[in-house]
Each structure stands twice: as C-alpha cells, then as structure tokens.
C-alpha cells in the first residue's frame, strides 16, 4: 500500500506504521471570528492526527479552508485541507494546490462539494469543471510527474497525501464502492466515509471494499458523527441524503432521561468507533463531532485511542 512518493505528513506516516489513525473537523466560521475557531481547534489538539478544515460545507459561505488550515499550522495541529470542485475551475483548483503546498499544507481532501441549491446562495453559478475524481488524477500529476493539466512544468511540485470522500449510503447503493474505486484509482490514499449509522450496511460496504481488493491500495477511515440530541437523530434520518439512521438509535435516546442524552450519544458513538475498528480493512476513525469539539478528548478517551502515537 505504500506509494512511490511520500508527502511527509503525521497522517501519512500513522497510517505506513500500521497503526489506527485518528481524525476529527473543524470548519470555519461564517465571519472572521478567529478566535472562535482557534477555540474549537483546542480542543483537538492531542486528541487527533490531523483536522480536516471544510470548504464552504453545504454551500454556505465561510472562510476559506486554506486560511483556516493555516491557522491550524500555526497551532501545531495538522491539517487536511478540504477543496471543492464546484466553485474553481481547473486554473484555480491548481494555483489553491501549489499555494497549499507553499505554505506547509500536506493533506489534501478533494470532493466535488454540495450542490448551491442547498446553501445560502442559490442563485450562485456552480463552476464544476472538475469532478473529485478528475481532481485527484490532476493533483497526482502534478506531484508526481510535476505536469499541470495543460502539459505545463510544475516548478516545484506540490507535497501531498491525497484523500477523498465516500458515501456509503447513497443510492445507487450497488455503486457506492465502485465509485470509491475510481477515487483510488485516480490517486486517493486515504477515503474518510460519511456518517455512518447503520453498522450493518457499512458492513457489507466494507466487504465489497475488501473483495475489490481496495483495502489494500487505500486507507479507509469510518465516519462517526455523535448523536447530541433525539430531534439531531430525527433531523439526521428525515432530512439529510444519503445517511442511514436506525430507528434503534432514536428509541434508544428516548429512553433516557433529558439530561442524560448527550452522555448516551457518547456512549453510542464510542460503540460504533469500536465496532469500526473491528471491521476487516477499516484503517482509522473520522471523528466529525459538529460544534461538538470539546466532547472530542471525551470519545476519543473512552474509545481506548488515547495516548496518540507518536512518528518520526
């Protein structure tokens, strides 16, 4: 699984050491409010390998995600940069790769990214010269050939571990891992999945992935959101495409008391981070606690991932 080049990141190296790597997220505030996302931040420091920074997620607008990784640079925390497809084209996607190589950035998340139609702009025009996939391939050229899209010498080719995104639980369920398969062939080193919910679904999403042979070209990571509340579970079920909420999970938090719902959405995702970690081929947990940073050490504790390791 080990590639030819090496971009040198504390992400990279926990997973060549066959260990569980572990990341969370952090997504940048609708202002400038710097504070508040360093306080976030905080509270991962320690916890996780590496944060990944969001790229105006939902489609509404936030500071860029190359600031805000930055930001955590400075911190001592190691980003993963998100970067999506659907508001640059090709020159611009590029110039965001190099000038996020210039200043340290050694992760690099490509997704295609929601549609406008969901944010708070939809009467933005999406770019969509690129899909994730066509990202990854130019990216990896780019590294590892030091030629941009037009054929042109890249004068200093940019550092970077490539990962992407895949979705479990989105119709057509038959071309979920398939579609994953065109991620890695196209240059993906690691895969961080969407929520999961239903451990029986991924589980057999995780079975195909091995069949494929992908566990063996590509670190996958299980996404884990923490259930806050019964209207979170609700909401999370009815509204949001493409995840899989058991009813189980909703019985479950009503029927404990008010207070104690928060606590017992911990303890469920503490049990899915253990049984993810059980699954063949499963390389590390992504943590997304949304606005929910300072639970982080919490889950992460209780989950037995404490102390991190430490590479060289």
Not at 45 to 60: E, F, P, R
Request: aromatic share 6%; with cysteine.
């Amino acid at each position: 699984m080990t590639a030819e080049y090496t971009a040198g990141s504390r992400l990279e190296k926990i997973f060549k050491s066959g260990q569980k790597a572990v990341t969370g997220e952090c997504g940048p505030p609708r202002g400038c409010d710097v504070e508040h996302f360093k306080h976030k931040a905080s509270f991962l420091k320690g916890n996780v390998d590496a944060v990944n920074v969001t790229d105006n997620q939902t489609a509404v607008v936030r500071f860029c995600s190359m600031a805000a990784a930055k930001i955590l640079l400075e911190m001592g925390l190691e980003p993963v940069m998100q970067m999506v497809t659907r508001d640059m084209n090709r020159i611009a996607l590029q110039s965001n790769v190099l000038g996020a190589s210039a200043l340290g950035i050694k992760n690099l998340l490509c997704l295609t990214g929601d549609h406008q139609s969901f944010g708070d702009h939809p009467q933005a025009k999406n770019v969509h010269d690129m899909d994730s996939v066509m990202l990854l391939h130019t990216v990896k050229t780019m590294r590892d050939e030091g030629k941009m899209v037009s054929g042109t010498e890249v004068q200093g080719r940019p550092k970077m571990f490539l990962g992407a995104a895949a979705n479990p639980f989105a119709d057509p369920a038959e071309f979920r891992v398939i579609r994953m398969g065109k991620k890695i062939n196209a240059g993906a080193q690691f895969i961080q999945t969407q929520c999961i919910y239903n451990m029986e679904r991924f589980r057999k999403f995780m079975e195909m992935a091995n069949d494929m042979g992908l566990t063996e070209k590509c670190y996958i990571m299980a996404g884990i959101t923490p259930l806050k509340s019964v209207g979170m579970a609700n909401y999370m079920k009815k509204f949001v495409p493409g995840l899989d909420v058991p009813d189980s999970y909703i019985t479950r938090l009503k029927g404990v008391p008010k207070e104690n719902v928060a606590a017992e959405g911990i303890k469920i995702a503490v049990e899915q981070i253990q049984e993810c970690l059980a699954m063949k081929g499963i390389s590390g947990i992504h943590l997304m606690a949304i606005e929910w940073e300072d639970h982080v050490p919490e889950i992460v504790k209780a989950a037995g991932l404490l102390p991190r390791p430490k590479v060289d």
